[in-house]
C-alpha cells in the first residue's frame, strides 16, 4: 500500500532534517491512522511540491516526528483536463468533484447553467464552494495525489464559452453529438475543456454559444449517465487516450 499523504504548507526541516508534523493533519496521522516508527509518508502542498519522509516518533496525540531529507516537484501534466461541471442537487456537487479529483482532473469549474435547479448566491454560494474545495483536497489526499485539482469560482456561461474558446480541444457533452467522445482527435499538449449540462441538459442557446465558441458535442455512451458522474466518466475517456493513464 502506498504511504498516506498529509498536506502542509512548508517543508522547513530542522537540524538533521527533523520534521514536525502537527495541527490537524499531525492529529489525523497519530490518534486516526496510528502511525509508528519506521513507517513511510509523503507531505505535500498539493500544488506539486512533495516529500517522501518515515516516522520517527510521535509526541502527545498530534505531533508526528518525520525524517524529511529532500524535496521534489511534480511538474504539471500534459495535456490539462479542466470539467466544468453544472451545479447538481444536494451532495451530488461533492460526489461529483470526489470522483473527478480521484481519476486525475486538472481543474473543475462550477456552472450556473440556466437548467440547474441549484443556484449558488450569497453565503450560500460560499459555502458551497467551500465544500468543493475542501472535498478535492480530501479526495486528493486519498487517492494519495501531490497537484490537487484547482476548484474555481462559479462561472456564468458566458465565461464558460471564454474558458472554451482558449482550449486546444474543448467539447460538450450533449446527445446532439455525432461523434463519441472516445474516438476524438485529443492534442497531446495544453488544454482540454469539457463541459457537463445540469439534469435537465444544456440549453439551446448555451450549446449555440459553445459552438460559437469552438466547442463541439460529443456522446459519451448509449446509457444517460447523471451529471455527477457523467464528468468522471468521460475524464477517464480522456485521460487514458492521452496516455496519462498508461
Known sequence: MTAPVFVVEHFDAGGGGRYVLDGPEGRHAVSVKRLRAGEDVVLTDGAGRWADCVVLDTEGKDRLILQLDSVSEEPAEQPRVTVVQALPKGDRGELAV???????????????????????????????????????????????????PEVAEAATTKKVAALLAGADFAAVLHESGDEPLATAELPSTGDIVLVVGPEGGVAPEELALFEEAGAQAYRLGR????????????????????????
Open 223 to 246: 446509457s444517460v449517465l447523471r451529471t455527477s458522474t457523467a464528468g468522471t466518466a468521460a475524464a477517464a475517456v480522456l485521460l487514458a487516450r492521452t496516455g496519462r493513464w498508461s
Open 98 to 148: 470526489e470522483t473527478m479529483t480521484e481519476v486525475g482532473v486538472d481543474a473543475i469549474v462550477p456552472w450556473a447553467a440556466a437548467r440547474c435547479i441549484t443556484q449558488w448566491k450569497g453565503d450560500r454560494g460560499v459555502k458551497a464552494l467551500g465544500k468543493w474545495r475542501a472535498t478535492a483536497r480530501e479526495a486528493g489526499k486519498q487517492s494519495r495525489r501531490v497537484r490537487f
